[in-house]
């Protein structure tokens, strides 16, 4: 059971918007923490996707967004490409702790 | 450009010590301004935190791993270490070590498989 949540699958077509949900609570995004996104494609190491909330780092197209209010935290995808189909996870703090999403899997359809 | 990279057996058996090394390259391990840590991932599940240590002076562990984990800082290698005793075979996974920053996230290693089993 993660600390946060997340859906465990989204999906979209080709050119399409999607958004992934991440929800915690007064513990973790509602205190001051911020949210970091990570992008995990099949085989590989997790990339950071979005940090500090809404920020992306050099490199990262500007198709994916961040976003944070009250507890939760969303990312958003548009114009969705085959090469986004990966899995997606959320982080932030509680206290001292790190905590994670339990990942969303984004199938591009 | 900074690069971490994991080290250590691929297989342990159960009841032993897990011992992982990451080398950091292109940047100072005693920095004050990061943490360093590790995460794992167990085959087709979710990322889990185990710990992190910021230069030398704090560690911070996973409650559900806190009694048998130890993460340990080697400036003068560069380097920092994961020791995890008592290992069964629910520790197996790919373990990452990453820098860690409140600010900017996690920098990860490439990670490496560790699999427990006699």
């Known amino acids: 059971q993660s600390v946060l949540t997340q859906p465990p699958s989204v999906s979209g077509a080709p050119g399409q918007r999607v958004t992934i949900s991440c929800t915690g609570s007064?513990?973790?995004?509602?205190?001051?923490?911020?949210v970091h996104w990570y992008q995990q494609l099949p085989g590989t190491a997790p990339k950071l996707l979005i940090y500090?909330?809404?920020n992306r780092p050099s490199g990262v197209p500007d198709r994916f967004s961040g976003s944070k209010s009250g507890t939760s935290a969303s990312l958003a995808i548009t114009g969705l490409q085959a090469e986004d189909e990966a899995d997606y996870y959320c982080?932030?703090?509680?206290?001292?702790?790190?905590?994670f999403g339990g990942g969303t899997k984004l199938t591009v359809l | 450009q900074l690069q971490l990279q994991e080290s250590g057996p691929g297989l342990v058996k159960p009841s032993e010590t897990l011992s992982l090394t990451c080398t950091v390259s292109?940047?100072?391990?005693?920095?004050?301004?990061?943490?360093w840590g590790w995460i794992r991932q167990p085959p087709g599940k979710g990322l889990e935190w185990i710990g992190s240590?910021?230069?030398?002076?704090?560690?911070y562990y996973n409650p559900s791993l806190k009694s048998r984990v130890t993460i340990s800082v080697d400036t003068s290698k560069n380097q920092f270490s994961l020791k995890l005793r008592s290992v069964t075979a629910t520790d197996t996974a790919v373990y990452y070590c990453?820098?860690?920053?409140?600010?900017?996230?996690?920098?990860w290693g490439q990670g490496t498989l560790v699999t427990v089993s006699s």
């Open positions: 990453a820098r860690d920053d409140f600010w900017s996230g996690y920098q």
């Open positions: 292109g940047g100072s391990i005693s920095s004050s301004s990061y943490y």
């Open positions: 240590i910021y230069y030398s002076v704090s560690t």
């Open positions: 007064s513990s973790n995004i509602g205190a001051y923490y911020d």
């Open positions: 500090g909330n809404s």
């Open positions: 982080q932030s703090y509680d206290s001292s702790l790190r905590v």
